[in-house]
């Protein structure tokens, strides 16, 4: 259920300040299914998601930012402009997708090269053996958890 609101969240972000009525309810609910159906994909794919960054914050993002150019109204927000049901137009509907085209390549060309820099300094991946025996153990010298005698208390004492 938790995972559900999240969902939610993301794609009315965008919108918010910019929508009314029924229209918050149409994107939530349209971006709970379309980011369930996203989720869905890195088990078909196989890429490796683990927070669903991708599936939940990526496509949610890009709904919510579509959305505005579908649902926005200025009875709401006189310094905003309408979107296509409000008689707008397809105008501001392709304003946010040219912004969200323009964040995508702004995004990839900045991470790409970010790491590029960590890879030819200090590495993008910690090796095989640090991965199984586990990242907080291995590059942070902690453990989650203690199952000494006393439990986590054991280093209390």
Same mark, same amino acid.
């Given at each position: 259920? =938790? =995972?559900? +609101?999240?969902?939610?969240?993301?794609?009315?972000?965008?919108?918010?300040?910019?929508?009314?009525?029924?229209?918050?309810?149409?994107?939530?609910?349209? @971006?709970?299914?379309?980011?369930?159906?996203?989720?869905?994909?890195?088990?078909?794919?196989?890429? $490796?998601?683990?927070?669903?960054?991708?599936?939940?914050?990526?496509?949610?993002?890009?709904?919510?930012?579509? =959305?505005?150019?579908?649902?926005?109204?200025?009875?709401?927000?006189?310094?905003?402009?309408?979107?296509?049901?409000?008689?707008?137009? @397809?105008?501001?509907?392709?304003?946010?997708?040219?912004?969200?085209?323009?964040?995508?390549?702004?995004?990839?060309?900045?991470?790409?090269?970010?790491?590029?820099?960590?890879?030819?300094?200090?590495?993008?991946?910690?090796?095989?053996?640090?991965?199984?025996?586990?990242? $907080?153990?291995?590059?942070? @010298?902690?453990?989650?958890?203690?199952?000494?005698?006393?439990?986590? =208390?054991? +280093?209390?004492?």
């Amino acid at each position: 259920m =938790m =995972m559900m +609101r999240v969902r939610r969240l993301v794609a009315i972000t965008p919108c918010a300040g910019f929508v009314g009525g029924m229209s918050p309810i149409i994107i939530g609910f349209s @971006a709970g299914v379309i980011c369930f159906l996203a989720i869905q994909l890195k088990f078909k794919f196989g890429y $490796d998601d683990s927070l669903d960054v991708v599936g939940v914050h990526l496509v949610g993002g890009i709904v919510g930012s579509l =959305m505005v150019g579908i649902f926005a109204d200025t009875a709401v927000n006189s310094l905003g402009a309408d979107g296509l049901f409000a008689g707008g137009g @397809a105008s501001l509907l392709g304003k946010q997708a040219i912004a969200v085209g323009a964040t995508l390549v702004w995004s990839f060309v900045i991470s790409f090269i970010l790491a590029k820099v960590i890879d030819a300094t200090i590495g993008f991946r910690v090796t095989a053996d640090d991965e199984a025996t586990g990242l $907080d153990l291995t590059q942070h @010298a902690e453990t989650a958890y203690s199952f000494g005698d006393l439990g986590s =208390m054991g +280093r209390h004492g």
